[in-house]
């Protein structure tokens, strides 16, 4: 119980500090194709304690953007451990990078829980947990996803989500070139 607390205050405190525009992007090049790899890699033994394969498909070998690569990390840290929780009944998460002149789709799915329509809209709310008597089994402060739109939002972006009998698709796209006179923007030297 006290490491749950633990990451709810750690939840908490990010998601305040994100969402009071109280962090200044340090903004840099970042190797997504690099990034999604290493962060699958760390998951390793996450996949293998839940008898998860998972797979990293992308049309280019590498797209470096211009983002906050800390921040960019515990988006996809967040999206990829949500999938591991909610997706081990499908044994197999799929990242894909799609990768054009000036934007990049990331797409992460699971074939676990599928997500009621009518929830769908609700899960990037804050505390937002999916139907409790499907998940009170996951541990999860509620924060993971309404963190990870705010890195998104900060960085210009979209995300959204699909779910059905095909799997659980959440679909970031980003701007490869950020514009630079925007707020909270530190460029990284």
Given at each position: ?189
């Amino acid at each position: 119980k006290s490491k749950r607390l633990q990451q709810l205050i750690e939840d908490l405190f990010s998601f305040t500090k994100l969402g009071g525009g109280k962090v200044a992007l340090k903004i840099g090049r970042v190797d997504i194709v690099r990034l999604l790899n290493q962060l699958l890699e760390e998951f390793y033994p996450s996949f293998l304690a839940q008898n998860l394969s998972y797979e990293l498909t992308s049309n280019v070998p590498a797209k470096v953007i211009s983002a906050d690569s800390n921040l960019l990390a515990r988006l996809f840290d967040n999206l990829i451990n949500n999938a591991i929780k909610y997706g081990a009944d499908g044994k197999r998460v799929i990242v894909r990078i799609d990768a054009e002149e000036d934007m990049v789709t990331v797409r992460v799915k699971n074939y676990g829980y599928v997500i009621p329509e009518d929830e769908v809209g609700q899960i990037f709310n804050r505390f937002y947990r999916v139907d409790q008597s499907r998940t009170s089994s996951v541990s999860g402060s509620g924060l993971g996803l309404a963190i990870a739109k705010n890195i998104v939002d900060m960085h210009g972006g979209t995300i959204g989500v699909t779910s059905d009998l095909n799997g659980t698709v959440f679909t970031v796209k980003l701007k490869c070139e950020l514009d630079a006179d925007r707020e909270n923007f530190d460029i990284a030297q």
